[in-house]
């Protein structure tokens, strides 16, 4: 799969990034993780301080997938409104959820402390604003369930959004306790750990062939080498779909922007994160150097040279969408990118887990929170392989009825 193209800011924030061997031999291991990416590095992470044989293999070099390109907003409210995901899982099993990606935030942020590579964790509230005055009540219905369950949220009507931002908007929901980070040095951060550990990291290894054998997986690598694995993690991403088909993800177009360092963030009201109800939706951050990143205008194209083909006019658009927020900051795009955005059809991530591909778990952690989703399932899934049990894990198993509202 061609994920993405473009030029990524992330991975030239960490000029003198870590560097791993590329395998040149045959293998025995109790869990190989397939991918480099953060997904790769979170399972990595979890899996490091217990007694496995763990390795990872990446194709190319680290962090050069979606990784790169991940705007990198750490929120745990998606693109499905939570009030629309209860009418499909219910809601015992959506407040689970909510707790679960809490945690997984919780987690990506005590990880700052563990590593020794800074990523630039930094917790922003969320402005997510009504794009049109027929939205609020559907923002309000979300603010209800939230703040039943102790999510803390604020509502703010038109004069107080106005008197914190240079824009005006019928109404709006602030979460509290979101984040930022950069995705590229968070990645680097995890597998230096990990391999500090003992976990085996091998780049430039690419993974062209599985198969089975009752109680191990053979995989074979493009350089002709064998990894004999009690269990394989396969977190690669998007292309994860190239290996195994799973019918309930889709992918669309996405489009983001990454300006030149700005003097001053006047009028953005502590650089919270922002979005908003509209679908296809428009969002914004800030970066640790003063950039801002515009993420959005997704397009149903999957066809890799149609989407590229649209990334001079959706940077152009993107820039003109920000303008409308703040008039006064100007801003001029130094990279863009156009990507895959992998989504799944009922709105939370799956684990994957098929009868033909025994001893496999897929990190299908797809959605517009994908790199908070990877977090909670690569905890979920360590602790299947450690203890041999994970119950929450259930929720989000492949096997689960596909339910779309
Ligand atoms: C434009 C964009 C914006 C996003 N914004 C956000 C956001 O704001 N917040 C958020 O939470 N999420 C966001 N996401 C989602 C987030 O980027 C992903 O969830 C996350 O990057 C996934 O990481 P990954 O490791 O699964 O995938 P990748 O980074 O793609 O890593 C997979 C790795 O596997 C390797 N690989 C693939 N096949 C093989 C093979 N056969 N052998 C060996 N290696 C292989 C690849 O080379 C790659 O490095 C965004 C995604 C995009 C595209």
Redesign the pocket.
Known sequence: MD??SGTYYWPTTLATAPTYPQLTEDLNCDVLI???????AQCAYYLANHHLDVVV????LI?????A??????QYAGEKMFTDLINSFGEKNIVRHIELCKQAIDDIEEAQTTCSIPFEFIRRKSLYFASKADDLNKLKLEADFLLKHGCPIDIWDEATISSHYPFSKAGALIFQNDAEMN?FKFTHALLQYANAKGVAIYEN????GITFQHDQVNVRTRHGHLIHAKKVLI?????GTDIRKEPNTSFVS?F?VTTKPLQHFNDWYERSLIWETARPYTYIRTTADNRVII?GLDDPTNYPEVRDSKLVNKRHKLIEEFNKLFPHLHVEAEFA?S???GGTRDGIPIIGEYTDYPHCYF?F?FG?????Y?MMLAKLLAEKLVSGSSPDSRLYHSSRPLRVN
Do not use: H
């Not at 290894?205 to 062209?208: A, E, F, H, L, R």
């Open positions: 994920i993405q397939i991918g480099g990416g953060s997904s790769g293999v990446e194709k190319n962090g050069l997938g979606s990784t390109a991940n705007t990198a907003l750490i995705p290894t690419s993974v062209n977190a690669s991403g998007y292309e996405t983001t993420g990118s990507a895959f955005y990190l952690a517009d929170n994908g790199t908070v990877s």
